[in-house]
């Protein structure tokens, strides 16, 4: 769709949806609410604000995260089991509050509504949900809510793939003063054991002008803190014909006046160049924190997981990382219980935590997904995942505490993010290299960047007072 035909079609829908909204506001004779819930990574999250973004336009009101909207929407994650279960879980439940407001509405979106047999089982089984829709026809939000509007029936529409970048939804954030910025969508890795990029699709950039003029107009909007958000960002503009490398698109990034922090994730360990490292040594904007998916620190592991590096590249980057910004936290994510993993495997993954020290890791136990080409490998029992995971969980959480009180007495700028939700009178907020911080201040602090002190360490977070 040209850029034209796009905001036509999005202003046209918008409209229609604030008389439908209008209509069910005289019914209900009070304004109709809706609650976006996110389930899965910061892909979903933004997305998430995205389809909000879209609600409040139509004139619904926000109620946070509460089940008792008139329009809930469930944002899926389907990257393991579990995700999935959370999912049905609390489905069963919605159909409750439904039976005592029979005006309410219930979508699904996201990862999961991109596997058939999940859609065969919701026709079947959730009769009661009136939407659902995919990962790449998100931008069709808008009509599929005057469609569900208009209709007694379940809406079903999922595409196969993304037709096109489509730029410009309306947004709505969490936080005023930070936020996510897609530059690319889905992935061409296909580790063996992810899902993926089976429900996001192929890897497609977005233009670094379309990123940047976001950017420029968060900043304006009083923006400080960009996440540059990408399954592997590292292999952004891969599929632009002479577009900026990632490490380019940083730097002007860098350029935009009024941001005064740059994150990034995810990191891919394969495609990680000295450029970017070199940029990041450089930059007094990008933050001092590198999440690098280690998944394994057995080389015939990753070889099996379709990792394309080995344990000693692996530590290598995080050497060539740490020697050239000393202050870098390092975190990662592993998965234990791969098919074929053995005791020596485990203990290869327990030494490489040791020796990248990482500040802190997302461990978790390997979940079969179908039709990936490491649900047809000998799988490892339940009760030997769970061991292992266990010895995996101790070395990471004794390097990380090892790791977590290195900064204790020094002062260190920290963004205020919000009051603390134990004790009010504290602020909480996040170090460069995104430790979490709890400090005295007022609620008039929040969303600026402040110097303070780290006086404890207490674990995973300080303590600390304002300078
Ligand atoms: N693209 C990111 C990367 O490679 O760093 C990761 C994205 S994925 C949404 C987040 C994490 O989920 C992965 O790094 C991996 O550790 C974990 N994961 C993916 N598939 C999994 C599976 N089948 N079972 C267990 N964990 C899985
Ligand atoms: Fe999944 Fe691998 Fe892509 Fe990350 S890089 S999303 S783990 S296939
Ligand atoms: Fe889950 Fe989809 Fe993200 S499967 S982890 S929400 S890309």
């Not at 609600?55 to 994650?77: H, K, R, W």
Request: aromatic content about 8%; some cysteine.
């Amino acid at each position: 769709m040209a850029e034209n035909d796009q905001q036509a079609f999005l202003e046209e829908y918008l409209e229609k949806g604030k008389h439908l909204v209008e209509d069910l506001q005289q019914k209900l004779g009070r304004k109709p609410t809706c609650s976006v819930i996110t389930f899965g990574c910061q892909m979903n999250a933004r997305d998430s604000e995205k389809l909000r973004g879209v609600l409040l336009a139509m004139g619904y009101e926000d109620l946070g995260e509460n089940e008792e909207a008139d329009f809930v929407v469930y944002n899926t994650c389907t990257v393991r089991d579990n995700a999935n279960q959370r999912v049905y879980g609390r489905l069963g439940g919605l159909q409750g509050y439904k039976k005592k407001n029979p005006h309410m509405r219930i979508a699904l979106c996201g990862c999961m509504m991109q596997e058939e047999e999940v859609i065969e089982k919701i026709k079947k089984s959730y009769r009661f949900v009136d939407l659902i829709f995919g990962t790449h026809n998100l931008y069709t939000f808008p009509r599929l809510v005057c469609d569900m509007l208009e209709s007694d029936r379940m809406i079903v529409s999922i595409w196969k793939e993304e037709k096109g970048i489509i730029e410009d939804l309306p947004v709505s954030r969490k936080y005023p003063f930070k936020s996510g910025v897609n530059i690319m969508f889905g992935c061409n890795n296909f580790c063996s054991y992810c899902i993926v990029p089976y429900v996001r699709g192929r890897e497609r950039s977005r233009d670094a002008k379309d990123i940047i003029r976001e950017i420029e107009t968060l900043s304006a909007g009083g923006v400080k803190e960009v996440m540059l958000l990408g399954q592997n960002v590292n292999s952004y503009g891969n599929d632009l014909q002479g577009g900026l490398s990632f490490p380019q698109l940083l730097q002007e990034v860098e350029k935009v006046e009024g941001i005064e922090r740059i994150r990034f994730m995810s990191s891919h360990p394969k495609d990680l160049s000295d450029e970017l490292i070199d940029v990041m040594a450089n930059s007094s904007k990008i933050c001092r924190h590198m999440h690098l998916a280690m998944q394994s620190g057995s080389t015939r592991i990753l070889e099996k997981m379709n990792r394309r590096y080995t344990k000693e590249q692996y530590l290598g980057l995080v050497k060539k990382l740490r020697d050239r910004i000393p202050d870098i936290a390092i975190t990662t994510d592993i998965i234990v219980g791969f098919p074929g993993e053995e005791l020596s495997d485990v203990q290869e993954t327990i030494d490489a935590v040791k020796t990248a020290a990482f500040d802190n890791a997302f461990t978790f136990i390997y979940s079969i997904r179908s039709n990936t080409p490491a649900a047809a490998m000998e799988q490892v029992p339940e009760e030997i995942k769970k061991k292992h995971f266990d010895m995996v969980l101790a070395a990471v959480q004794e390097t990380a505490r090892s790791m977590a009180d290195r900064f204790t007495g020094r002062t260190m700028d920290v963004l205020a993010e919000q009051v603390n939700e134990q004790d009010s009178s504290l602020l909480t907020g996040r170090l460069s290299n995104n430790t979490t911080v709890h400090f005295p201040g007022d609620p008039s602090l929040i969303g600026q960047i402040l110097p303070v002190k780290l006086t404890e360490c207490k674990g995973f977070y300080y303590l600390g007072e304002r300078v």
